[in-house]
């Protein structure tokens, strides 16, 4: 993770497998290999690393087992489905039902191949986390906790 003085902080809430939450500041890189812009929350969530630190209100520090997290909500902080909006990219609104029973609907957004655009294509890609926009907040979905999807157009 490189130097903590350096990074971009992000208020969030993660919440675990199990239905536990805590609220605190997620890192970002000041800038990434494939851009010279600050790291979006996607794009550390999707990093091959298994863990990703968050600085708790108290000034402490817990190290969080992407595995183990069902979901990342960050308020009103800019939208990563428009910063990485391609030429080609759909979006399409989705109601995602999660393992615990929670009900999220929102905007995902995807560029994909054209012989390979549907939502189903989407959810199927290799990526472990993908974001779901709504009018409050942006959530980084864990796919591994996604029970059942319904694209409503």
Known sequence: MGNWAETHRVRARVTFAGGRSIEGDLHMQPCTALHRDVETPLEMLNRAEEFFAI??????????????????????????????????????????????????????????????????????TTERFFALTDDAATHYVNRGFVQEVHPLG
């Not at 595995?67 to 391609?86: E, F, H, K, N, P």
């Not at 029973?101 to 959810?123: H, K, M, N, Q, V």
């Open 55 to 124: 600085t708790l209100p108290s000034s402490g520090v817990a190290l969080v087992a992407k595995s183990q997290t069902t979901l990342v909500t960050c308020m009103a902080i800019g939208s990563d489905i428009d910063s990485d909006r391609a030429p080609g990219g759909k979006s399409v609104r989705l109601d995602v039902m999660l393992s615990d029973g929670a009900e999220l609907s929102g905007c995902a957004y995807w560029a994909l191949p054209p012989t390979s655009a549907r939502p189903i294509d989407f959810l199927n």
